[in-house]
């Protein structure tokens, strides 16, 4: 069972930059496909990005297309999320998940705990 910790948030004024961490560990990360959601209080939580096992990346919102970059490093069994031009409606706890399968399903096997992310000047 592949288990994941996020790491990375912060509080950071807008027009700031953030790289939050999803460590991975348990199983081996190149034969999954992991997302990265973020929840906002009052809010419905909702993907950001996912990247297949293939390094195939996919972003939810075209607003975030451009501002948030997902990649990962198999030799740290990390994936990471950068987000740049961060704005106030970015503030969320950002939480990481592992696909069921290689590619971006959304079927998901297991959850991280969440970092929270607060964009505040």
């Known amino acids: 069972q592949l288990r994941l910790v996020e790491s990375g948030g912060d509080l950071v004024q807008p027009g700031g930059s953030l790289r939050l961490s999803c460590l991975t560990f348990?199983?081996?990360?190149?034969?999954?496909?992991i997302h990265w959601f973020r929840q906002a209080p009052g809010k419905e939580r909702e993907g950001v990005s996912c990247?297949?096992?293939?390094?195939?990346?996919?972003y939810y919102t075209d607003s975030r297309k451009g501002r948030f970059t997902i990649s990962r490093d198999l030799t740290k069994n990390t994936v990471y999320l950068q987000m740049n031009s961060l704005k106030p409606e970015d503030t969320a706890v950002y939480y990481c998940a592992a696909d069921r399968y290689s590619y971006c399903s959304g079927q998901y096997r297991s959850w991280g705990q969440g970092t929270q992310v607060t964009v505040s000047s």
């Open positions: 990247l297949s096992s293939s390094e195939r990346s996919t």
């Open positions: 348990g199983s081996t990360l190149e034969y999954y496909a």
